[in-house]
């Protein structure tokens, strides 16, 4: 499976906007880059996913490379709230294992 | 609507006790994940069904792990015996469907095998 690179951690202040890299240099075609993140002591929860063009929703939006081979998730107004581990997942679709393999993520620090 | 419901939150059992974990999917969601989570690691992918069938059990130690789902609905997943590196959180997942874009997680089990 193709892998993706995070930096281990990120600080923001709190109403600033924030940029999480992903580099995912070995991504295929069919693989659609998803974003979760989980807060402290709960389960992870779905952010956005995208496979080209650039998505937005009420979380956040993602940006993703002409050569799909990076992305950002861009969250607009980071809050207290958004202190999370942020994970960059590709997931191939088709034919095939469907699950998610998650990493080490992004721990997001937000300062007040 | 209801989320992922799973129980219980904490146990704590000695090594070579056995456990159980207990998951209930969001309602008319046909498939459902465990995964496994140590402490400072990402969720890792333990066994997936689709309604009361087995997708993917690759990565489930067999010889100590086991999962049933069947009615298609709630699942089970025991572990017998318990071992010291069986300490993580136990995370249960579903989806509408397996190929769909989004999964729901539920709160997790923490174990801890003393």
Redesign the interface.
């Known amino acids: 499976d193709a892998k993706t690179t995070q930096p281990n951690s990120m600080e923001s202040n709190e109403e600033e906007p924030v940029h999480l890299p992903c580099n995912h240099s070995t991504i295929s075609g069919t693989d659609?880059i998803?974003w979760y993140r989980q807060l402290p002591?709960?389960?992870?929860?779905?952010v956005i996913?995208g496979l080209t063009s650039n998505v937005n929703n009420r979380m956040a939006s993602l940006a993703i490379a002409e050569d799909r081979k990076s992305s950002t998730l861009i969250l607009h107004r980071a809050t207290l709230r958004d202190a999370a581990?942020y994970?960059c997942i590709l997931?191939r679709?088709g034919a095939g294992?469907?699950?998610?393999?998650?990493?080490?993520?992004t721990k997001l620090s937000v300062i007040p | 609507e209801a989320g992922v419901a799973q129980s219980p939150r904490y146990k704590i059992i000695e090594k070579r006790q056995s456990v159980a974990f207990w998951c209930n999917p969001i309602s008319g969601h046909a498939t459902l994940y465990w995964y496994q989570q140590i402490l400072g690691q990402g969720p890792k992918l333990l066994i997936q069904f689709q309604n009361n069938g087995v997708v993917d059990d690759s990565q489930l130690p067999k010889d100590r792990f086991s999962a049933e789902r069947l009615k298609g609905v709630d699942s089970t997943l025991k572990i017998q015996p318990a071992k010291l590196e069986d300490s993580a959180v136990y995370l249960c997942a579903s989806s509408l469907e397996p190929g769909s874009g989004e999964q729901y997680f539920g709160p997790g089990t923490r174990l801890t095998v003393t």
């Open positions: 659609y998803h002591s709960q389960g992870p929860e779905y996913h581990v994970y997931k679709t294992s469907y699950q998610l393999t998650f990493g080490k993520g």
